[in-house]
C-alpha cells in the first residue's frame, strides 16, 4: 500500500543522513503523473481572485527539457498591473480590520494548504527550477515553516503593541506598529516558493496587501501558491498575482500607489529599484534582499572529510544557484593537497542529470543565459588560471534538450578574477591557498557582498577571529551539510549585510515582520 505522504518524513537542506526511500516511493509514482497532468491552457493572472489575460502571452518550458512546458503565461499589461494595484489598495483596509488574531488564522490556514499539496508542489518545484527531489521537497517544507514562524512571530509579539510607562498618572500611552498599505512582492527564480511566500506572508501578517510578481521562470509555482492562498480563504483582493518580467516589475515599483516594495533578487536589480524608490517624495520601505559570494576558509586544523564534504555540497548544489552558494574557498597551504584531493573526489562522484531521478544531485542551470555565462566564465579560466576538474558544457541525450553542466573547479586565478570578486550563480567554485589566516579573512572580506561565510577549523582562536571578523550576516562552523548553505526558518537568521541587503535585518528571524511595519505612538489623557 502506498504511504500516507502526510506521515513521511520532512526533508530539510541538512538532515541528509536520514532514510528517505518512502518519500521517493511517493514521488516516482507523482512526478510522472504530475507531469501528465501539466495545463497546456491559458493561465492567466489572478487579480482579486478573477482570471485577468490581459497583457502578451508567453509559454514557459522547463530547464531539464525543452519539450517539457510547464505553462503559458500572461505578461501582465499595464492596465492589467494597474487593476491588480488598486484591488489590493481596495482590499488594505478590510484586512486591517480583521486585526492580527484573525490575519495569523487566515495564514495558518494557508500553512496547511501547502503543506496538503507539498509533495505535487514540490514536484512543479523540481520541473520548473530543476531542483533534486531533495532540494525540491525541502522548499516546500521551509515554506510551511516560514509560514508558521511570521505567525509564530506575530502571536509572541501580541501583535507588536506595547504599554509606555505613564509620565502622569492621568495620561496613558501605547505603541503599535501598523502596516504600510500595498506591497509589491518581486521573487527570484532560484526559491520560487520560500522565498515568495516568505515575502507575501511578512507583507500580510503585518497587514498590508500585495501585489506579487514572481520571476518569469518561475509562473507555475507562482500560479500553485496564489491557489494556495485563494483556498485557504484568504480575501479577494489581498493578494494578487501578475506574471511577467523586468518591464512588469519596474511599472510595479514605479506604480504611484505602492506604499512599499519586498524584493529578493540580484544585486544589480535590487540596488536600482531601492535607488528608484528613493526618488519618491518621501521614504517608502525596500526590503531587498541580494546577491553573495560566500567564501569558506579551510585552515590548518580543519577535519579535512567534513570540510571538503561541506563546501562540495555548498558549490554544487542546487547547481551553484542559491544566493548562499560557496564560490569561494581559501586552503591553507599545509592541508591543500588534502582538501583537493578530497573534493575533488567527491566533485568527481556527483551525479548529473534529470533531477526526476533518485540519485540525482545535479540537475540543470536554469536556461540558456545561463549556459552561456558558464561558457564564458569556463574561457576566462582556461586563459587565466585552470580548472582542477570541470569546465565543460555536457552535451548529447537529454544534455541537448536541457542546460547542463559539470561541477567545475577553478584554480591559479589572478587576484582580481571575477571568479575571486563577483557572484556568478552557476557550479564554479575558486580556490585559493593562504598562508596567513587574517589575511584571508580580509581577502574574502573584500568583496561587494555580505551574505554568508564558513569556516573549517578545531582551533578555538580561529573560530573567535572568524566570528568577529568575517563580514557576512549567515556564518557557519564545520558543517558537513553545507558550508554556506543551509537556513532554516528560526533556526538560522539570513541578513545580507553590505552588497547582499539594504535593510540589515534579515529573513528567517525574529526582526523579519516588523519590516513591514510603521510605528505610531497613541497618548490619551484619561
Ligand atoms: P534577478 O535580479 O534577475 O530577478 C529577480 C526578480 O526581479 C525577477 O522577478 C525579475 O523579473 C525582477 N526584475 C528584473 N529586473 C527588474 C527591474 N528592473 N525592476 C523590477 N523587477 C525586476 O534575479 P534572479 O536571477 O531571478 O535570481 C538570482 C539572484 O537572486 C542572485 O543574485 C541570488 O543571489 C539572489 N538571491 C538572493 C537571496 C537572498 O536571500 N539574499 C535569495 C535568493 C536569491
Known amino acids: 500500500m502506498p504511504a500516507n505522504p502526510m506521515t513521511l518524513p520532512r526533508v530539510t537542506y541538512s538532515n541528509i543522513a536520514e532514510d ?18 501539466l495545463p497546456a491552457d491559458l493561465r492567466p493572472n489572478r487579480i482579486a481572485a478573477r482570471n485577468d489575460a490581459d ?37 488594505c483596509p478590510g484586512w486591517n480590520a480583521l486585526g492580527w488574531q484573525a490575519r495569523v488564522e487566515h495564514l495558518e490556514r494557508v500553512a496547511r494548504e ?39 512571530e506575530m502571536t509572541a509579539n501580541n501583535g507588536y503593541a506595547r504599554d509606555m510607562k505613564r509620565a502622569f498618572p492621568q495620561e496613558r500611552t501605547h505603541v503599535v506598529l501598523r502596516p504600510h498599505g500595498v506591497f509589491g512582492v518581486i521573487s527570484p527564480f532560484n526559491f520560487p516558493l520560500a522565498l515568495s511566500v516568505a515575502m507575501i506572508t511578512g507583507a500580510l501578517v ?24 485563494e483556498a485557504a480563504g484568504i480575501p479577494a483582493g489581498v493578494v494578487n498575482l501578475v506574471c511577467g518580467g523586468a518591464t512588469v516589475g519596474e511599472a510595479l515599483v514605479n506604480h504611484p500607489a505602492i506604499n512599499g516594495i519586498a524584493f529578493t533578487g540580484s544585486h544589480a536589480v535590487g540596488m536600482r529599484i ?11 520601505p525596500v526590503i531587498a534582499e541580494m546577491g553573495g559570494k560566500n567564501p569558506t576558509y579551510v585552515t590548518q586544523s580543519a577535519e579535512i572529510a567534513t570540510a571538503a564534504a561541506g563546501v562540495m555540497r555548498s558549490a554544487f548544489g542546487l547547481q551553484g544557484q ?27 562522484a556527483i551525479q548529473i542529470g534529470n533531477p526526476e531521478g533518485r540519485a540525482i544531485f545535479m540537475g540543470p542551470v536554469i536556461n540558456r543565459e545561463a549556459a552561456e555565462r558558464f561558457d564564458k566564465a569556463a574561457d576566462s579560466v ?3 588560471g585552470r580548472f582542477e576538474i570541470g569546465g565543460r558544457r555536457l552535451s548529447g541525450g537529454l544534455f541537448d534538450k536541457g542546460y547542463y553542466v559539470e561541477p567545475s573547479i577553478a584554480v591559479g586565478l589572478p587576484d582580481d578574477h571575477c571568479l575571486h570578486k563577483e557572484e556568478q550563480f552557476l557550479p564554479l567554485l575558486a580556490v585559493k591557498q593562504f598562508s596567513d589566516f587574517e589575511s584571508a579573512l580580509a581577502d574574502g572580506n573584500s568583496v561587494l557582498y555580505g551574505l554568508t561565510a564558513g569556516i573549517y577549523t578545531r582551533d578555538e582562536r580561529e573560530l573567535r577571529l572568524f ?26 537568521t539570513f541578513c545580507g549585510w553590505k552588497g547582499s541587503g539594504v535593510s540589515h535585518k534579515g529573513g528567517l528571524g525574529p526582526w523579519y515582520v516588523p519590516q513591514f511595519m510603521r510605528e505610531q505612538s497613541h497618548t490619551i489623557m484619561e
Not at 528517505?20 to 497532468?37: C, E, N, S, Y
Not at 503585518?206 to 492562498?229: D, Q, R
Not at 599545509?334 to 573526489?345: E, G, I, S
Not at 549567515?474 to 526558518?489: C, D, E, I, Q
Open 322 to 348: 542559491k544566493c548562499s552558494s560557496g564560490s569561494k574557498v581559501y586552503v591553507h597551504n599545509a592541508v591543500y593537497d588534502d582538501f583537493m584531493q578530497a573534493l575533488v573526489k567527491l566533485t568527481r
Open 206 to 229: 503585518a497587514g498590508n496587501c500585495v501585489v506579487y510578481k514572481p520571476s518569469p521562470m518561475a509562473g507555475l509555482t507562482g500560479h500553485l501558491l496564489i491557489e494556495c492562498f
Open 467 to 492: 566570528l568577529d571578523r568575517a563580514e557576512a550576516g549567515v556564518l557557519y562552523a564545520n558543517r558537513a551539510s553545507g558550508a554556506t548553505t543551509g537556513a532554516w526558518p528560526g533556526i538560522q
Open 274 to 284: 531601492f535607488r528608484s524608490m528613493a526618488a519618491r517624495p518621501f521614504a517608502l
Open 55 to 91: 497583457g502578451s502571452v508567453y509559454k514557459a518550458v522547463s530547464p531539464i527539457d525543452r519539450d517539457i512546458v510547464l505553462g503559458t503565461f500572461v505578461e501582465a499589461s499595464p492596465g492589467s498591473l494597474d487593476r491588480a494595484v488598486k484591488a489590493a489598495q481596495a482590499a
Open 114 to 152: 501547502f503543506e496538503r499539496r507539498k509533495y505535487e508542489i514540490g514536484v512543479a518545484c523540481l520541473l520548473e527550477v530543476g531542483k533534486s527531489r531533495m532540494e525540491a521537497v525541502g522548499e516546500v517544507e521551509e515554506t510551511l515553516d516560514l509560514i508558521r514562524y511570521y505567525c509564530a
Open 382 to 384: 582556461r586563459q587565466q
Open 20 to 37: 528517505f526511500a518512502a518519500v521517493h516511493d511517493h514521488l516516482d509514482v507523482l512526478i510522472p503523473q504530475f507531469k501528465a497532468g
